[in-house]
């Protein structure tokens, strides 16, 4: 069964505008890890932002900030003046016993 | 501090052949993750290893995959009489220590092509 979902396969943004990715996931844990991972096209796996369940303020890395709604399982990633160096594809992910859980994914294109 | 190291980057293997994946691990992580990613697709924990021991090997396929991480050296992955459907990108990733909060730290991934 699937725990996490990523309801939109591509998205497209223009230069410095703003873009909602969306995740929900599906756990009945209290304790748990959430994470947005950036896939470019080298392939490399880069880590983007992480939450972790028990905190209620939502985490923010520079111009990436989440919107962690813990009664909804719901995980959106926010990227703010988005930058052609943001094109990837992004994966939300879980952590679950002793392993990470990953969404099918995110691509997003950014228009100049 | 090196990061993860997969090798290699590409490989190509005939059906029936054998395909090894070699990940080193960031230098003082103990812990070693495989998971393999088809086009267009998020990543499938395949296993997760600690040295000499496997935790989790729920993600892997019962016949030809096999994994380990022995005392010295890499971590290995290996298939057996490799097909079709096995081409796709498989990742390593290594975490510090175990538990929900480390990250992983992934290495470039080796794409395996069987013609």
């Known amino acids: 069964a699937q725990t996490v979902t990523q309801s939109q396969p591509e998205m497209s943004v223009q230069e410095a505008e703003t873009v909602t990715l969306s995740c929900t996931y599906d756990?009945?844990?209290?304790?748990?890890?959430l994470f947005w991972y950036k896939q470019p096209p080298s392939r490399q796996m880069i880590l983007v932002i992480r939450q972790e369940a028990y905190k209620q303020q939502n985490a923010t890395e520079n111009r990436f900030s989440v919107n962690f709604q813990k009664a909804a399982k719901s995980f959106s990633l926010k990227i703010s003046d988005s930058q052609l160096g943001d094109a990837a594809m992004y994966f939300c992910?879980?952590?679950?016993?002793?392993?990470?859980?990953f969404g099918k994914g995110t691509r997003l294109h950014i228009l100049p | 501090n090196a990061g993860v190291m997969q090798n290699p980057r590409h490989l190509v293997r005939r059906r029936g052949q054998e395909a090894r994946l070699r990940c080193s691990p960031m230098k003082g992580h103990s812990h070693v993750y495989w998971y393999r990613q088809l086009p267009e697709e998020g990543l499938k924990f395949m296993v997760y290893l600690q040295k000499e021991n496997i935790i989790d090997e729920s993600g892997m396929p019962k016949e030809r995959f096999s994994a380990e991480f022995p005392k010295e050296g890499p971590s290995i992955l290996r298939i057996q009489q490799v097909v079709r459907g096995d081409s796709a990108a498989y990742f390593c990733?290594?975490?510090?220590?175990?538990?929900?909060?480390?990250?992983?730290?992934f290495g470039n991934g080796t794409r395996l092509t069987v013609t």
């Open positions: 990733a290594s975490s510090p220590g175990t538990g929900k909060s480390s990250p992983l730290h």
């Open positions: 756990t009945s844990e209290s304790d748990y890890y």
């Open positions: 992910a879980y952590s679950r016993d002793d392993k990470i859980i």
